[in-house]
């Protein structure tokens, strides 16, 4: 089969995320949470927690497991890939409790308005699934495992698509070139696809159907962040409009689902968070009821409560 994307975006001005970011007890303490799961993280990195769930979870019995820093070569044990991608994309809270040491060990990525997806090179071809799982799109790239030239590799990546500028921005790496990067930290896997990226500008060259663009991150200094919501924001000279700013700590492995390990801000509430000064115009998105990050997250639990009643 050798479909165009056929994705059909939502209108670029509506958020994927009020979709992703749903309440699911975000009142409880984030700071006991992320100190527990990291705990768990120092005390069972060699068999993984159950949140880890990776390359189980894309490989059929695929038990191996690697507990050192770097990526881990799966080109003679890789199975046969599962059709259903769905539950596979780390998902972030939103971050109601700021973490103490956010300048000391968290990352931000300022994330553009479109659609979250996964992208899976593999066997020649290039195939998007979205968030539930479902294929959108076909088509030849020339990242390892998505051409005809590199059959023998496989790529896994988190991406949001612009179907306005016909290129799938890279928020995370899973696997890259048959190297799965899910056990590394988070740390280690943007400076390791950031170098993939400079080492090969075909990736986002004008004669691909579609780019491939690393987005990319930062240290979590409130002066960085405030440098970067304070002007329009765009990547290789393309202005793009802004989702969100997603914090990642940074010894955070690839884990499938919600962690508090990732946190999630739209613009006009970075003030109140962080008590530094944006745009204007991100202020002009805040939604007239809107009064606090607090008080939007305990009207989403009283509307999930109601439900359940």
Not at 274 to 279: A, D, F, S, V
Request: glycine letters at 4%; hydrophobic letters at 30%; proline letters at 5%.
């Amino acid at each position: 089969m050798d479909r165009e994307n056929v994705e059909t975006a939502k209108p670029e001005h509506t958020s994927q995320y009020n979709e992703l970011y749903k309440y699911n007890g975000l009142l409880n303490n984030q700071h006991d949470r992320r100190e527990k799961l990291l705990l768990d993280l120092k005390k069972r990195r060699s068999d993984q927690i159950n949140e880890m769930r990776g390359i189980a979870d894309v490989f059929d019995n695929s038990n191996d497991e690697d507990d050192e820093e770097e990526p881990v070569d799966i080109t003679k044990r890789r199975r046969k890939i599962r059709n259903n991608y769905s539950r596979k994309l780390m998902l972030s809270e939103w971050m109601n409790d700021v973490p103490d040491d956010l300048e000391e060990d968290w990352l931000f990525k300022i994330c553009p308005v479109g659609v979250r997806n996964i992208v899976v090179a593999d066997k020649g071809v290039t195939k998007v699934y979205n968030r539930r799982g479902q294929m959108k799109a076909v088509f030849q790239s020339n990242l390892p495992g998505g051409n005809h030239l590199s059959q023998s590799n496989f790529t896994l990546l988190d991406c949001i698509y612009r179907n306005k500028e016909k290129t799938y921005y890279v928020l995370d790496a899973l696997v890259w070139n048959s190297c799965s990067l899910l056990h590394c930290s988070t740390e280690f896997r943007f400076f390791f696809i950031r170098n993939k990226f400079l080492e090969d500008p075909e990736l986002n060259s004008e004669s691909n159907k579609f780019n491939f663009v690393n987005v990319p991150h930062h240290g979590a200094l409130l002066p960085t962040l405030e440098l970067e919501l304070t002007a329009c924001y765009s990547i290789n000279d393309t202005n793009l409009p802004v989702d969100g700013v997603l914090f990642y700590h940074k010894d955070c492995p690839y884990i499938s689902g919600l962690t508090p390990l990732v946190g999630w801000l739209k613009p006009y509430m970075v003030p109140e968070k962080l008590r530094i000064p944006i745009h204007e115009s991100y202020m002009a998105k805040k939604p007239k009821n809107y009064t606090s990050l607090n008080e939007y997250l305990e009207t989403i639990q009283r509307k999930y409560k109601k439900k359940g009643n």
